[in-house]
Every structure is written in structure tokens, then in C-alpha cells.
């Protein structure tokens, strides 16, 4: 009891002990309007009242009110203030993991600007100080902290399936001389890649690869830490989240590379791009950029020639969250689109308005939550029947995982490809 008690102690020093002004600021402005409801994947797939976002903020912060207020330590039944106990606690691990993929639509559309994401992150960074994230999210965490990567995949077999995708690559371009480099210092390009590629997609690899030879580029892949992701950060570990991207910023460093490119993938791009310097507290000597960005700068200095008539199938584009709502990169990948494929249709909505696709903020990797997510599904895959799109292109892993599942669930007889895989295929070779 006492090592639990302990434990909440902690979890209530999140609430009591803010960093800065911007949690007590959005704990304090939920005006309980409920317009939220209708951004939510959650609330529409099921019209269950308890997945609301407002209701989430709620939990946090009832909590807040009991054990940081005047009027809810002594009078919590007029503020609506509750103890931090078993039923409080198992409705946080219910909503904030098994029913929130931290998509930010809710944050987009709040009528007053609260920051709805945000809060349900700081309410699982409490559950995370009581031990209490979902052993099969905590488990991807723990591999990627002991092997160096998510899928703990061990550096042989990661070597032997670049291996055999260098020898398809020399086939292809009929070049002898095209590689995979590994480990090699002084490069303008250090690649990383989602574990997901090597493991289940090394299509995705073999279009890169086949990208940077056409593009003439600098580039090496490292065998000691490649992972793109980070799932601490959607266990909200900042301790464990900062192990994971020193690592990336220390073989950055070690190689004496000049750009970290990061793989199509929206929550790896986020946490290392956007909050490993937060995490790390320092500025990066070295640029981070997205492959979708690259791709981009490719294209308009002409280092690819496209044969976009090669990609003549109705193509659309899955929005992941964490890139466009979260990360602004919008305008890219649809100008890579157009460049590299003949038909392209937009969903509805989309953009920073698209609907998630239900596979982020670790969902995926919470097995028992399997049955919600594909039941939040349904909005996805009405969203590319509409568009009647023969093939369904998005620059995430996660994504891609998702949208392979909806295909296979509401048969929708679509291909599911990344980005440059598109573009890899529509690459002249001279």
C-alpha cells in the first residue's frame, strides 16, 4: 500500500508541481461545450458519451480541483473533485491509452483553444509514474531501451536483409556498383528507418535506396541505432523518451553526419524533430528533416526524373496526424504526388481536418484494445470508398500497419503504399 501511495504521490507532483503555466492554464479553460465531441474518431464511431475529449480533460482535471484547489480539498463535492483512487484511476487508463490516439483533431477544433492532446499526454505521464501504462505498449518501449530498437531485431538479421535488398537493388538499376552503405562517417545523410521496414515492409527500403542512388546521393544507414520511433513518447516517459533520442543524437554526432533523415513515419518524425530538443534541452548541430521533405527537395531541383504515366492507377493520400495536424508538413507530399503519379483524388475531409486513422498514439501496439480500434476503422475506410481510389498512399508506418488492417477487415480491395514507393516506381533510371 505504501509503494502505491508513493506512487500517487509522484503522479500528483505532475499536477501540483507544473513545470510552467501552460498545464494549470488548460486544466482551468474547459468550458464544457462539447463541440469536441464531433472531431473525435472515438465519439463518432461508438456515440458513447465517455469517449468525448471534454470527458477526458475532465478526469485530469476533477484530480487537479481535489488535491490542488482550496475549494475541492475541503468542499470537493461542489467543484466535482475526485480522489485519485482504483474506479478514477482505471477509467484514466480506460480513456487516456485504450481510447485516444492523440490525433489533436479535438485540440483543432476546441472553441476556446484548449490543448486537449496535451493534457491527455500529462494525464498517461501520470499513469507512467504509477507503473500503470498497458504492458503491451510498455513492452515496445522496453525492447527499443534494451536492443536498440522496437522490434528487437537483432544486427545480424537486420545486416542479412540489407543485404539481400542491396543485391535487388544492383538488379534493378543494373548497376554493380549501387549500395546500401553502412556505418559510414563524414556522410551528408544519416537514414533511419522504422523497425516495421526490415521486419514486414523492406519494399520501403529498397524504394528509398533506389531514390538516394537515382538522386546521386550521400547517404549511410547505421546498424547500431536506426529506429526511427519513439514510444515514450506515447507512454509520456520523459525519462525513457530522452534515453531513445540521445541515442539518435549520439550516432548523429558519431558519424559526422550532416542531415538526420527521418522515415515515413509521424510520431518518430515528431518526437525526434519537434521534442527531442526539449527532451535533450539543447539545439541540434545538425538539420532534421522528414523523407517527405526530401523527397520534396528532390523533385523540385530535378535530382529525379519521374515518369509519373508509370503510376497511372486513382491514387489518394492518408493524412498521418502527428506530420500534418501536429507537424505542418501539408503541401509536401501532395506536390510529390502529382509529380510522381497521373491520378491523384483527395479525401474528404483532409488535410489538417482528416480523420486519423486509428492505429497512433501507441494503439497498435495495445493488443487488448484491438476490437475499439478497428471499430473507429469504420469512418476510415467510408472515407477511401468515397474517394474510389485503386491505391491508398501515406508517409507513416503506423498508418500504413492501420490501413493494411482496414483493408483486410472492411475489404476494400485497395494496395496500401508509402510515399516513396510511389515515387521509387516512377523513377527513370538514365
Request: glycine share 6%; aromatic share 8%.
Amino acid at each position: 500500500m505504501r509503494d502505491l501511495n508513493d506512487k500517487k504521490y509522484q503522479a500528483l507532483r505532475i499536477l501540483s508541481e507544473p513545470r510552467d503555466s501552460k498545464l494549470v492554464t488548460h486544466l482551468n479553460s474547459c468550458v464544457h461545450c462539447g463541440l469536441c465531441a464531433e472531431s473525435c474518431i472515438y465519439y463518432l464511431a461508438t456515440k458513447d458519451e465517455r469517449f468525448i475529449p471534454a470527458k477526458k480533460v475532465e478526469l485530469i482535471s476533477s484530480i487537479y480541483r481535489r488535491y490542488c484547489t482550496i475549494t475541492g480539498k475541503y468542499f470537493p463535492g461542489l467543484t466535482n473533485a475526485q480522489n485519485l483512487d482504483e474506479g478514477i484511476i482505471n477509467e484514466m487508463v480506460d480513456q487516456l491509452f485504450g481510447a485516444c490516439t492523440l490525433c489533436g483533431r479535438c485540440t483543432k477544433h476546441c472553441s476556446i483553444g484548449v490543448d486537449i492532446t496535451y493534457l491527455v499526454r500529462v494525464g498517461r505521464e501520470m499513469l507512467s509514474e504509477m507503473g500503470l501504462v498497458p504492458a503491451t505498449l510498455q513492452s515496445t518501449v522496453n525492447a527499443a531501451l534494451e536492443t536498440g530498437n522496437n522490434m528487437a531485431i537483432p544486427t545480424e538479421e537486420l545486416k542479412d536483409t540489407l543485404s539481400w535488398l542491396e543485391d535487388e537493388l544492383k538488379d534493378e538499376v543494373n548497376d554493380p556498383n549501387a549500395s546500401i552503405p553502412l556505418n559510414v562517417p563524414d556522410i551528408n545523410i544519416l537514414y533511419t528507418l522504422n523497425p516495421r521496414e526490415p521486419k514486414f515492409f523492406p519494399l520501403s527500403i529498397s524504394a528509398m535506396a533506389k531514390i538516394f542512388y537515382a538522386a546521386k546521393e550521400s547517404w549511410t544507414l547505421s546498424t547500431s541505432m536506426y529506429d526511427v520511433t519513439n514510444y515514450a513518447y506515447y507512454t509520456s516517459n520523459n525519462e525513457e523518451a530522452v534515453i531513445i533520442a540521445q541515442r539518435l543524437y549520439d550516432e548523429m554526432k558519431n558519424l559526422n553526419a550532416k542531415r538526420c533523415v527521418l522515415a515515413e513515419c509521424g510520431h518518430g518524425s515528431r518526437a525526434f524533430r519537434w521534442e527531442a530538443p526539449n527532451y535533450l534541452q539543447r539545439q541540434f548541430p545538425f538539420e532534421v528533416l522528414t523523407s517527405v521533405e526530401l523527397l520534396t527537395e528532390y523533385i523540385s531541383q530535378g535530382r529525379l526524373k519521374l515518369d509519373k504515366s508509370k503510376n497511372e492507377e486513382l491514387i489518394t493520400l492518408h493524412d498521418p496526424c502527428n506530420l500534418v495536424r501536429e507537424g505542418g508538413i501539408i503541401d509536401q507530399q501532395r506536390y510529390v504526388l502529382k509529380n510522381a503519379a497521373s491520378n491523384f483524388i483527395e479525401m474528404t475531409p483532409n488535410g489538417t481536418d482528416n480523420h486519423c486513422c486509428g492505429g497512433g498514439g501507441g494503439q497498435l501496439s495495445m493488443s487488448e484494445y484491438n476490437e475499439r480500434r478497428l471499430k473507429i476503422a469504420e469512418i476510415k475506410a467510408e472515407q477511401i470508398l468515397k474517394t474510389g481510389a485503386k491505391t491508398v498512399v501515406s508517409p507513416c508506418h503506423n498508418c500504413i500497419d492501420q490501413l493494411i488492417q482496414i483493408d483486410n477487415k472492411f475489404k476494400l480491395g485497395v494496395q496500401i503504399k508509402t510515399l516513396s514507393e510511389i515515387v521509387a516506381d516512377a523513377i527513370i533510371i538514365e
